[in-house]
């Protein structure tokens, strides 16, 4: 990649940042408050959703009977994810140390918060908490993985990837062998950099 993708690129990472945070901060400002970890409605807005809330009985008349079918095959992968999750978990906690790379913290990819929304009855909490735990847990993993192909392989495919993760657009480009040792040093120095950079 030659300076000027990687100055774009950068750019591009900044504004995303900002505006996530800039998004994360209105939506806060005109619905909700977090309280720790906690969620706090206002007053209205928590009078409104429970209006809104569906009864156990109705709630099990609309489900579709596919969604009753594929129930035990849905929630049967919580065994895989929580293995998974295990074993990145154990390898992040062993190896990244040896390598000077910083760890993945699981609280900025995992958020478990949609149980505060009082429009949703128990069971759709339920749904809700599963499927935010497996999305964050494989963004949890995903990090963990990019940091490690980071230090390891920091090269991109020749073939064009969809959904590829947030260091990848920095990666060498495919081919690119001229100096690889020295800039491999490179990408693990900038790693060891975010390291020091959350401990400041």
């Keep these: 990649m030659n300076e000027k ?4 690129s950068d750019q591009i990472t900044t504004l ?12 806060s400002r005109l619905l909700y408050q977090i ?29 579709r009977p596919q969604n009753f079918l594929t129930a035990p095959i849905i929630y049967g992968i919580i065994v895989p ?24 913290r699981r609280s900025d990819h995992i958020a478990i918060d949609h149980q ?22 494989i963004s949890y993993a995903r990090e963990i993985v990019a940091r490690t ?5 920091p090269i991109k495919h020749a073939r064009k990837m969809l959904g590829t993760h947030g260091r990848y657009a920095r990666f060498l480009e495919y081919g690119e062998g001229d100096g690889f040792h020295v800039k491999l040093e490179e990408f693990r120095e900038q790693l060891a950099d975010e390291k020091t950079d959350e401990n400041r």
Aim: glycine share 6%; net charge neutral.
């Design 81 to 104: 994810l929580a293995l998974f999750d295990l074993c990145v978990t154990i390898y992040q906690f062993t190896c990244f140390p040896i390598y000077g790379i910083p760890r993945v």
């Design 116 to 137: 505060h929304l009082a429009y949703l009855n128990f069971i759709e909490k339920g749904h809700c908490i599963y499927c935010s735990y497996a999305s964050g847990m």
């Design 16 to 27: 995303e940042n900002e505006l996530r945070a800039e998004l994360h901060e209105q939506e």
């Design 5 to 8: 993708m990687r100055r774009i």
């Design 35 to 63: 309280e720790g970890k906690r969620v706090e409605f206002e007053r209205s807005i928590r009078e409104a959703h429970l209006r809104l809330k569906q009864g156990i009985f109705r709630w099990f008349l609309g489900v």
């Design 149 to 153: 192909e980071q230090y390891f392989c």
